[in-house]
């Protein structure tokens, strides 16, 4: 009784009988031709495979589509282009095991092992893969919209180009994993890690980074477009060029961080902290600053047409050339600012 709890927790939708089918497994054995030539005949049979001994087993192209493999040992075991469509795969250990271009159109494989596995080009969209260690794994160009990556661990992992719109990873840790080019948009990443992680050309529009760590991070040119980051952690993280109009960035941590050229038009910063950060040519036109805290930063050239500045401490910073026009700067500290070139109209000034 105890085992087949375990596997209905799996799941979470699906009983399966937790003894593995001796013969289903023998014939599975004999390789993904006769078993498939089994499968045909056999459409309203489930197989049962559940803590089956798989390890390094050639099953490309196999279909086990809805099939019973909780807690199956598949270690480095060949999936290429296999289909498990809706299979359970809760708690087994897939590590190292080569899933390239393999259907996994929401199979269970939540508290699973894939560390240093191969996904790419999987699809796994609407895939349960919540708690699942995926550390070191390829995912590049992978289908993941949609997946459940709640509390996933995918350190070091290359999701390159991969499709993560709309996924769930909150609580997931992407600690110096290879985000480039992957689309993000929508997605929850609230309070994930993302420390030391490469997210160049990234899209995040409408994604939820509350709370998350972000120190350290690579974001170039990435599109953050009305992301929420409230919050967040982004000390020393490099975000030139990105595109963050609209943005919430309440109460996030920006110390150190480089956003030189970075697009923060209408972006909301209310008590951010920016102290040291390069801000060189950012556009904060329409933005609220409100009492933020700019600190040393440099900003040259940067401009803040219309924006809110009530409160915003810009001390010992660098404003050479900064366009303040129909800017708010009520109780704005401007001590030890070098304001060369700067544009303040007396409208400005008389708000100082």
């Given at each position: 009784m105890l085992a087949h709890h375990h596997i209905m927790g799996a799941t979470g939708r699906r009983g399966s009988d937790p003894m593995v089918d001796r013969q289903q497994l023998k014939l599975l054995k004999k390789g993904s031709h006769a078993w498939n030539t089994w499968r045909a005949k056999h459409l309203e049979r489930r197989p049962n495979l559940g803590g089956a001994l798989l390890r390094e087993a050639n099953l490309d192209g196999a279909d086990l589509s809805q099939a019973n493999l909780a807690q199956a040992n598949l270690i480095k075991a060949m999936l290429s282009r296999a289909l498990l469509r809706e299979a359970n795969l809760g708690g087994a250990d897939l590590s190292e095991a080569n899933l390239a271009q393999t259907n996994l159109i929401r199979a269970a494989l939540n508290g699973a092992n894939l560390s240093w596995a191969n996904l790419s080009g999987a699809d796994c969209y609407g895939a349960d893969l919540s708690w699942t260690i995926l550390s070191g794994a390829t995912l590049s160009e992978a289908n993941l919209r949609g997946t459940d990556l709640s509390g996933a661990t995918l350190s070091h992992a290359n999701l390159s180009r991969a499709d993560l719109s709309g996924g769930n990873l909150r609580g997931a840790d992407l600690s110096g994993a290879d985000l480039n080019r992957v689309d993000l948009r929508e997605a929850n990443l609230y309070r994930?890690?993302?420390?030391?992680?490469?997210?160049?050309?990234?899209?995040?529009?409408?994604?939820?980074?509350?709370?998350?760590?972000?120190?350290e991070t690579i974001l170039r040119g990435a599109d953050l477009r009305e992301a929420t980051l409230r919050g967040a952690m982004l000390n020393g993280a490099t975000l030139r060029e990105a595109n963050l109009s609209r943005a919430d960035l309440r109460w996030a941590q920006c110390s150190?961080?480089?956003?030189?050229?970075?697009?923060?038009?209408?972006?909301?910063?209310?008590?951010?902290?920016?102290?040291?950060?390069?801000l060189s040519g950012a556009d904060f036109s329409g933005a609220d600053l409100s009492i933020a805290c700019l600190k040393e930063a440099d900003l040259y050239l940067a401009r803040f047409c219309e924006a809110i500045l009530v409160g915003t401490d810009f001390s010992g910073s660098d404003l050479r050339g900064a366009n303040f026009t129909r800017a708010t700067l009520s109780g704005a500290d401007l001590r030890g600012t070098n304001l060369k070139g700067a544009l303040l109209n007396e409208r400005e000034l008389r708000d100082l």
């Open positions: 994930a890690t993302l420390t030391r992680a490469t997210l160049r050309g990234a899209v995040l529009r409408g994604a939820n980074l509350n709370r998350a760590d972000l120190r150190g961080a480089a956003l030189s050229d970075s697009d923060l038009r209408w972006a909301d910063l209310k008590g951010a902290t920016l102290s040291r950060a390069d």
